[in-house]
């Protein structure tokens, strides 16, 4: 077949070079520089490029050590030619930036024939550069299909991010910034919120055997500098945190954006009330202990606004409370029901197993937390009572501060710990 179109080619009056022709069927060529695998859809540069660029590496890392003088242009012509490189490595830009931020610099102050001495600054990367070359990995030219989908909303009071899989949660996390961290601009802080949670669910993703994440958020900054793999000078070192994060899990990412109206699950966990200044409805709490058969004696973690029992532990002074701080105090010979903020959850169900007692237990279910998965395994008895902004009353502080209820449904947990009881209720379920 190929002889043939060599002979229809040569009949029309084409002049054919064999010696830089391919003629016979190869899955490996040569083309432009590029060994280009056909059957496995990679490429990566000729070793006689890699020796050259390696060599022009060590030149210019020893020029910046011994502080020796070079043109502007002539480091704009090493630039240019690591730039070749992009093809290869799509990060690239990322670890030119400082190199080309000081050539622009000198270039504007002075010509493009005055000398110039490069910072010292720019040896870790020209490191990056020189190991990058020495393990010559394959570039990946087919993008895998996303097996699994992060969902991010940051905010200055916080952040929360969800893994899903087919429409399925499969985890969910969300926390606070610390004093420094609310400091940074909203780019830097939702860039760092996707390093940090890619790394969080690192242990999932190896288990579930991912290859590639779709990431969607609704800052357009960050989705333009992770796709292109460019930054600002202020946002670089976070951009090369999520490279370096990605490159370590061994995964592809495709992010785009979602806009926050649609971010609801994600955006109602950012601004989640953690204070626990909401209730059941009394109405739904009297049905629940009806349909239970159960009859709780003393409410925990509540406050005189939001009891529904004539008994009750208060987080903070208040009035009529028979105790401060609940974890703190005995649960044994009571049966408590405990409606906690959700970050007290591990403390409380701890507590459960320390005392050996039996209590009702309120929780959202959120699958993926380690507290859901105790509630759903080792409850005796479970009742679900629906979605959240439905059975749930909030209080003033949370609608002043335009703070949100848990997002999901509602459970009720009895849990019984006490000797002898465990094990007979494991073998009911």
């Not at 910034?177 to 390093?195: F, G, H, L, P």
């Not at 239970?292 to 009891?307: E, R």
Request: hydrophobic share 40%.
């Amino acid at each position: 077949m190929t002889q043939k179109v060599i002979d229809t080619l040569k009949y029309f009056g084409f002049t054919m070079n064999t010696e830089k022709s391919e003629t016979e069927p190869n899955q490996t060529v040569i083309f432009l520089g590029w060994e280009w695998n056909l059957a496995k859809a990679t490429v990566k540069a000729k070793l006689k490029k890699h020796l050259f660029f390696l060599y022009v590496l060590y030149s210019m890392r020893r020029w910046i050590k011994m502080e020796t003088e070079i043109t502007v242009k002539q480091t704009a012509k090493l630039l240019g030619k690591l730039n070749y490189l992009r093809l290869q490595f799509q990060e690239a830009s990322l670890f030119l930036n400082s190199m080309d931020h000081q050539k622009a610099q000198a270039a504007r102050l002075r010509e493009w024939n005055t000398i110039m001495i490069m910072n010292k600054t720019a040896i870790p990367d020209v490191n990056w550069w020189i190991a990058k070359l020495r393990a010559n990995i394959l570039a990946q030219l087919i993008q895998i299909p996303p097996q699994v989908t992060m969902t991010t909303d940051v905010a200055q009071s916080g952040w929360c991010s969800t893994l899903e899989k087919e429409l399925e949660m499969i985890l969910t996390v969300h926390g606070t910034w610390n004093k420094r961290q609310t400091k940074q601009t909203s780019n830097n802080i939702e860039i760092k919120a996707i390093t940090q949670r890619l790394r969080r669910f690192a242990k999932v993703l190896k288990n579930l055997r991912v290859q590639s994440i779709a990431i969607r958020i609704d800052n357009s900054t960050a989705i333009f500098d992770i796709r292109k793999w460019r930054a600002s000078t202020s946002l670089i070192k976070e951009i090369k945190h999520v490279h370096q994060t990605i490159e370590k899990l061994r995964i592809q990412i495709q992010i785009t954006r979602i806009p926050g109206v649609k971010n609801e699950i994600a955006d109602a966990l950012n601004r989640l009330q953690r204070t626990g200044d909401h209730k059941l409805k009394e109405k739904i709490s009297q049905q629940t202990c009806l349909q239970m058969n159960l009859n709780p004696i003393i409410n925990l973690f509540s406050q005189h606004f939001n009891n529904l029992l004539p008994r009750f532990m208060s987080t903070i002074r208040g009035h009529g409370e028979i105790a401060i701080d609940a974890h703190n105090q005995t649960w044994k010979k009571e049966f408590p029901w405990i409606h906690p903020p959700i970050s007290l959850l591990p403390a409380v169900l701890k507590k459960i197993r320390e005392e050996q007692i039996d209590a009702m237990i309120i929780a959202p279910l959120w699958t993926g937390q380690i507290w859901y998965t105790e509630l759903v395994n080792k409850n005796v008895q479970s009742l679900m009572r629906g979605w959240s902004n439905e059975i749930l009353e909030p209080g003033t502080s949370l609608i002043k501060k335009n703070l949100k209820l848990p997002p999901d449904k509602i459970c009720c947990f009895l849990m019984d710990r006490r000797s002898g009881r465990e094990e007979d209720s494991r073998e009911r379920f």
